[in-house]
C-alpha cells in the first residue's frame, strides 16, 4: 500500500491522523474553529462501523468520551476555548481516574465567548492548570498539516501508554488553512493499542495497582472483571480512599508517570540552530512566522535559529537550557500575553535577555512583527 497525498485544512489532518491510530468513538459539540473535525468524523466513522454521537453541550461529550474508553474504545472529542472550559471538571476525573483519551482545542481568542473565526494561543496555561488538585498533563502542538497528522497519532499513543488524557492544542490558523498532506502507510507509524490485562475472569483484578514500569493493564468495563471507578481518592481497587498514604502514593503516581517520561513525551524541531546568536522559541502557527524570518535572516549571513515545541507540558525546560545556552538572546514568539515566556524564563533562570514577540489582536503574527523586535533588541547591543 502506497502513501496518499491529499490537499487538505489542518481540521481534516488531524482526523485522518486519529482515524490512522484507530479512533473509534467520538462525541463532540460543534464550536468554531474545530466544527470540521466533528463534520468529517461524523461521516467518517459511521462509514467504518464505529460510533458518532453529537452531544447536548461540551460537558456532556466530555463524560461520554470517558465512558466509551473505560469499555475499550479508543476516543477523541474536539472544541475551542468556550468549550474546553466547559471540559474541565470531567478531563480532572479522566486525570484522576487514569482514563485514556484526546481532546482537540482549536484555540480563538478569549476569555469568554472571544473572538470566533480569529486566531489566539491563549489557551496554553488553561490546559496544564484549567482543572483543580495536583495533577500532570501532556498537551502537544504542531504548525503544519504534516505534523498536525502525527501529532495526533502520538496524542493516541500518549494517552494509552501513560493512560491519561492528552490535549492537542491547535490554533484557528493552523486548522483553517489548507496545505500537502502525506498520509503514511500502514504501520509507517506505530500505534500504541490499549494495554488489557491477562488476568480471567473470577481472577482478583486490581484495576489501580500499577506493575513494576508505571503502566496500569485495564480491563473493559461491563466484561469480565467487575470493578469501581471514582473521580475521589481511591485504592488500588477503585474503591474512594482518604487514607492519607494511599492519597499521597496515587498523587506521586498520578503525577510521576508523566513528568519521569518527559524525555520520550518531548517533541520538538530545530530551525538553523547551529551556532545561532539570536534564538526564536515558538509553536503551532506562530512558529511558521518565526521559522520564514529565521530563514529569510540567515540567507543574508545573520545567526539566527528556531527552536519549535510541539510539545507544551510537560515544558521541556532541561531541553530549552541545552539549546539556548549559547545564545544572546531568546526571542518567545506567540500569541498569547507570555504563557510560554514565563516558562522559558523559568527555564534559563537569568531572564533579562528573554523577550517576547507577541500579537493578542487576532490577526496572525509576521515574520515583520518578529524582525522589528529583534532590531530593537540588537539596538540595544544584545
Excluded at 62 to 86: N, Y
Excluded at 98 to 123: A, K, L, M, W, Y
Excluded at 264 to 278: F, G, S, V
Excluded at 332 to 339: I, L
Amino acid at each position: 500500500m502506497t502513501s496518499k497525498i491529499k490537499f487538505v485544512h489542518g481540521n481534516e489532518a488531524c482526523v485522518r491522523g486519529a482515524l490512522y491510530a484507530g479512533v473509534n468513538f467520538f462525541a463532540g459539540y460543534p464550536i468554531t474553529p474545530s466544527t470540521e473535525i466533528a463534520e468529517i468524523l461524523s461521516q467518517k466513522l459511521p462509514e467504518q462501523g464505529d460510533k458518532f454521537i453529537q452531544m447536548e453541550d461540551e460537558i456532556a461529550s466530555m463524560c461520554a468520551i470517558i465512558g466509551a474508553s473505560l469499555t475499550g474504545h479508543k476516543v477523541m472529542t474536539a472544541t475551542s476555548g468556550p468549550g474546553f472550559s466547559l471540559k474541565q471538571e470531567a478531563l480532572g476525573y479522566a486525570c484522576m481516574a487514569e482514563i485514556p483519551c484526546v481532546i482537540v482545542n482549536v484555540q480563538r481568542g478569549g476569555p469568554s465567548t472571544g473572538n470566533p473565526t480569529h486566531v489566539s494561543q491563549g489557551d496554553v496555561n488553561q490546559a496544564r492548570w484549567g482543572t483543580h488538585g495536583d495533577h500532570s498533563i501532556i498537551a502537544l502542538t504542531a504548525s503544519n498539516h504534516q505534523d498536525i497528522f502525527e501529532t495526533t497519532v502520538n496524542a493516541f499513543n500518549f494517552a494509552e501508554t501513560y493512560r491519561t488524557p492528552v490535549i492537542l492544542l491547535f490554533d484557528e490558523t493552523i486548522c483553517h488553512m489548507r496545505e500537502k498532506l502525506i498520509i503514511p502507510r500502514k504501520n509507517d507509524i506505530p500505534i500504541v493499542n490499549r494495554f488489557r490485562t491477562s488476568l480471567k475472569k473470577h481472577v482478583d483484578y486490581h484495576p489501580y495497582l500499577p506493575r513494576e514500569d508505571g503502566r496500569l493493564p485495564m480491563s473493559d468495563f461491563g466484561d469480565v472483571h467487575r470493578y469501581n471507578v471514582t473521580g475521589l481518592f481511591h485504592d488500588m481497587w477503585g474503591f474512594p480512599s482518604n487514607n492519607p498514604k494511599i492519597v499521597q502514593e496515587l498523587l506521586h503516581h498520578i503525577n510521576d508517570k508523566i513528568e519521569n517520561s518527559i524525555h520520550e513525551i518531548t517533541k520538538y524541531k530545530e530551525h538553523y540552530l547551529e551556532n545561532a546568536e539570536y534564538i526564536l522559541i515558538s509553536y503551532g502557527s506562530s512558529a511558521r512566522s518565526a521559522i520564514h524570518m529565521a530563514k529569510n535572516r540567515t540567507q543574508r549571513g545573520e545567526k539566527i535559529g528556531v527552536l519549535e515545541l510541539q510539545s507544551l507540558w510537560p515544558f521541556p525546560h532541561a531541553l530549552v537550557r541545552e539549546k539556548c545556552s549559547k545564545a544572546k538572546a531568546v526571542l518567545v514568539v506567540e500569541m498569547n500575553m507570555g504563557q510560554i515566556l514565563n516558562q522559558v524564563k523559568l527555564a534559563l533562570g537569568d531572564s533579562k535577555n528573554v523577550f517576547l514577540a507577541n500579537r493578542i489582536d487576532g490577526n496572525l503574527i509576521t515574520p515583520t512583527n518578529i524582525k522589528a523586535l529583534l532590531r530593537v533588541i540588537q539596538g540595544r547591543g544584545v
